[in-house]
């Protein structure tokens, strides 16, 4: 089972911008972002295809978040702009063996860095 490992989180203000890091110890056929806020249930975020350029959002960060990956390097980034206070939440890495919107679908998880957004 991959390992994946998250970090980069903080507490910024609106409006601010923040890189996310998933190192992973292998490949999986996907990585995808999910988070979760207090009371609520995870979500997801963003998804990238190891093999090629496939990317996905959610529509609450479109435009603003942007995925990718370092194939050498076995990392992949989050770069959030123009965050908002509804962003704040605990961001989780998950390797998938295939496309998947559904955090039930995913097996490797990295333990989640807290993001934090002030008004």
């Known amino acids: 089972q991959v390992q994946l490992e998250e970090s980069g989180g903080g507490s910024v203000q609106a409006g601010d911008s923040l890189r996310l890091s998933c190192a992973a110890s292998g490949h999986t056929f996907t990585v995808s972002w999910f988070r979760q806020a207090p009371g609520k249930e995870r979500e997801f975020v963003a998804l990238i295809a190891w093999s090629g350029s496939t990317t996905y959002y959610a529509e609450s960060v479109e435009g603003r978040f942007t995925i990718s990956k370092d194939n050498a390097k076995n990392t992949v980034y989050l770069q959030m702009n123009s965050l908002k206070p509804e962003d704040t939440a605990v961001y989780y890495c998950?390797?998938?063996?295939?496309?998947?919107?559904?955090?039930?679908?995913?097996?490797?998880w990295g333990q989640g860095t807290q993001v934090t957004v002030f008004a």
């Open positions: 998950a390797g998938g063996s295939h496309y998947s919107l559904l955090p039930t679908e995913y097996n490797s």
